[in-house]
Structure formats: structure tokens, C-alpha cells
């Protein structure tokens, strides 16, 4: 082991002496200003015309060895030491004629042959570098394609997998699922397509006997359909079919009315059709016509007296309802003719044949206002229609409604 170490020094002495010698040889041209050290910057000689010429050597401001290699007549050529352009501790690469050939070399570059061979050497490594790349990136492109066109199968066979069960329950109807069966036969969800498929076949008297009642779309056929399958699965829409035949009238009525947009044509919406599917819409209507002409009721007063002498049933129930609206201004606003109104809502019901509605009426009122002034009210309104409409046993009826509740 010494003699080993011994070895080493005596080797490292000898490089440091050529070192020393070599540039022992050239004279220093330049050097770095005092106040960086001022040691040696450049060391080279001269041709006759003052061009760079042999050996060349330059230096940190450390004095350690920057660049080392040689001129001939200004250019540069054969091996060169430079470890700024390598930013390492050691760099050698070859020029031939000013151009470097190769770089980067971690020993000295002894020819011009040597530099080429090093390039040959080099780009072969290159390419095969290259080479390995471009398979790495081939089979990497291969398995992502194979994941696409796996993620791609299996995303289209759940989107025909949904679509067929889908059409299938809502058509009731095996060839969806007989068509995702072929296309896809090795599927995860063949158990499900034959299940459902057996499940349609099953049902299938059911559906054709729902088929028919929706083609002949009446009442009668869709009672049919309930009588021979009273629990069959398409029971909801057959209901669903009778209701809407029921419906239509009603719609079609209300349609009419609002085309026509009328306080007349709006009741007779509500007589015709008093619990109808619009009711709440026409009252509504009414009610905001009411309010937009609370402050003068006196057309709409006269309006329901002429309903009261018209003398018919439509009639007498033409004007409750508008009596019934203005009353349901009362929270809101505080008039007299409120009190009337009332009289007039007895008057109808009593020609209506309904004596205990009238007399409920009277006694409800009659307690909310003062009965003596309300009695007289009444008296005045009963002898306006008294022998031009017709009241059911007027006298005693009277007796009846006027009576004083308990």
C-alpha cells in the first residue's frame, strides 16, 4: 500500500513539472488587475505579424489552469484543455483548422484521426439512444392506444348497454336487448339481457292488450284493458288515458275562456265546471278583476241584479259567484256594500231551493251587523225581486230564513 501511495506522488510531481515547464516556456501577456490579485491572465508567443502561435495557455484569477491547447498563425488547432466551456474540472475537445470536431471528452484528444473516430463513436451512441427512445415511446404509444380502445369498447358497450335497457322497459320491446346480445356476446351483463328479455316475453299479452286500448284511445278500451289486467303493469297509464279523455272538456273550456277573456265567459267556466282542473286560475282572474274595480262595484251591483231577474238557475248562480268574489275583498277593505252583498248571496241561494244556506246566511250576518238595520236591509232587497223571480214556498220560507238564529 506505501509503495502505491509513493507511486501516485512521484506520478502527480512529474505532471505538475511538464505543467510548470510548458508554461515556464511562454511569456505572460496579460494579467488581471491588481485588485483581483494580479496574477498571469494569458501566457502565448507571437508570429512575425503578431498572430497567436504554439502553445497557449490561460488562467483563473486563482492561478489554477482555465484553457490550454495551441495556435497555428491565429487559429486554433489539435487538442485543447478548457474547463470554462465544460464548467468541470477537466475537458478536452479537438480543433482542426478554428472548428472544434468533437467535445466533451474526459482525456486528451492525441489526433485529428482519434477526434473523428470519438465522433463516429459518439453519434453511433447517439442513435442508438435515439433508437431506444423511439421504442420506449413506441410501446408506450401502444399500450395507451390498446387502454383507448379497451376504454373505448367497454364505454360503448355500457352507453348500448343503458340505451338497450332503457328502450326495452320503455317500449317493452326484447330486440334493444337482443341487438346488444350480438354485439356483444361476451358481455358482463348477458345474464341481466336474458333476464329482461324472459320478463318482457312474460308480459307480453299485457302489452298487447295496453297496445290496443291506446290505439282505440277511448274510455271504453282503456276500462277493458282494466277489467282483464285490473292489476297489469301499465294499469297507471290506462287510468292516466281515462282521466285525460274526462279532462278534455274541461280544458277545452277553459281555453275557450281564456281566448274569449271575459268576466261572463270566466263564470261560465266555473258553472259549468264548479270543482273543474282550472277553477283556481278562474277565480284568481275574477278576483284581481274585482280588486281593479272595488272602487265602483255599482256596474258590477247592477251586473248581479240583472243575473237575479234573469230568473234561471245559471242565472241565480252566476251571481253568488261574483257575490262570493267581493266577499273575499272583506279582510281588505272596509264597504258598505259588503252588507248588501250578502242579501243578494240569501236571495240566490233561496231561489236555488237552498233555504238552510239562505238562512245561515241571514243569521251570520245578521249578527254582524246590527240585526234591526240588517232586517230592514233585507226587506228592501227581498221586495226589489218579490213576485219577479221565482221563490220556493216564498212565505214560508221567508218565515224560515228571517227567523232569529239561536
Known amino acids: ?99 472544434w470536431v468533437i467535445a466533451g471528452n474526459d482525456q486528451p484528444i492525441s489526433s485529428y484521426t482519434e477526434a473523428q473516430k470519438l465522433v463516429r463513436e459518439y453519434q453511433k451512441e447517439e442513435t442508438q439512444r435515439e433508437e431506444k427512445k423511439r421504442k420506449e415511446r413506441a410501446k408506450q404509444d401502444s399500450i395507451e392506444h390498446e387502454n383507448t380502445v379497451k376504454l373505448s369498447r367497454e364505454s360503448r358497450e355500457l352507453d348500448m348497454w343503458n340505451e338497450a335497457i332503457r328502450k326495452s322497459k320503455d317500449e317493452m320491446n326484447p330486440v334493444y336487448l337482443e341487438n346488444y346480445m350480438r354485439e356483444f356476446p361476451n358481455s358482463r351483463y348477458i345474464s341481466m339481457a336474458k333476464a329482461q328479455i324472459r320478463k318482457i316475453e312474460s308480459m307480453k299479452p ?36 281515462i282521466k285525460i279523455i274526462k279532462d278534455k272538456p274541461d280544458h277545452e273550456a277553459f281555453q275557450a275562456a281564456s281566448k274569449k277573456n271575459t268576466t261572463d265567459d270566466y263564470l261560465n267556466y266555473l258553472i259549468e265546471y264548479p270543482e273543474g282542473i282550472h277553477k283556481n286560475e278562474v277565480v284568481a282572474v275574477l278576483q284581481e278583476y274585482m280588486i281593479n274595480n272595488v272602487q265602483n262595484l255599482e256596474p258590477i251591483r247592477d251586473g248581479i241584479e240583472a243575473d237575479i231577474f234573469s230568473n234561471s238557475k245559471n242565472g241565480f248562480i252566476k251571481a253568488f259567484i261574483k257575490c262570493q268574489l267581493i266577499m273575499s275583498l272583506q279582510g281588505r277593505y272596509n264597504l258598505q256594500e259588503f252588507s248588501v252583498v250578502t242579501m243578494y248571496m240569501i236571495i240566490c241561494k233561496w231561489a236555488l231551493d237552498d233555504v238552510e244556506g239562505a238562512r245561515e246566511i241571514f243569521s251570520e250576518q245578521g249578527k254582524r251587523y246590527q240585526r234591526e238595520a240588517y232586517n230592514k236591509g233585507f226587506d228592501s232587497v227581498y221586495k226589489l225581486f218579490k213576485k219577479k223571480i221565482t221563490l220556493p214556498d216564498e212565505k214560508a220560507n221567508y218565515k224560515v230564513i228571517t227567523s232569529k238564529a239561536d
Open 1 to 99: 500500500m506505501k509503495v502505491i501511495i509513493q507511486f501516485a506522488i512521484a506520478t502527480l510531481l512529474v505532471l505538475l513539472l511538464k505543467v510548470n515547464s510548458y508554461s515556464q516556456e511562454l511569456p505572460c501577456k496579460s494579467y488581471y488587475p491588481r485588485e483581483q490579485g494580479g496574477r498571469c491572465k494569458e501566457r502565448y508567443k507571437e508570429d512575425e505579424n503578431g498572430l497567436i502561435h504554439g502553445k497557449y495557455i490561460s488562467y483563473e484569477k486563482d492561478g489554477s489552469v482555465e484553457t490550454r491547447g495551441s495556435f497555428v498563425h491565429g487559429v486554433k488547432q489539435g487538442n485543447w484543455y478548457d474547463r470554462s466551456f465544460f464548467d468541470g474540472p477537466i475537458g478536452y475537445r479537438w480543433y482542426e483548422n478554428g472548428s
Open 206 to 241: 299485457d302489452n298487447d292488450a295496453f297496445q290496443i286500448a291506446t290505439q282505440t284511445n277511448s274510455i271504453d278500451g282503456y276500462n277493458r284493458y282494466l277489467k282483464d289486467f285490473p292489476n297489469g303493469i301499465h294499469r297507471n297509464d290506462a287510468e292516466s288515458g
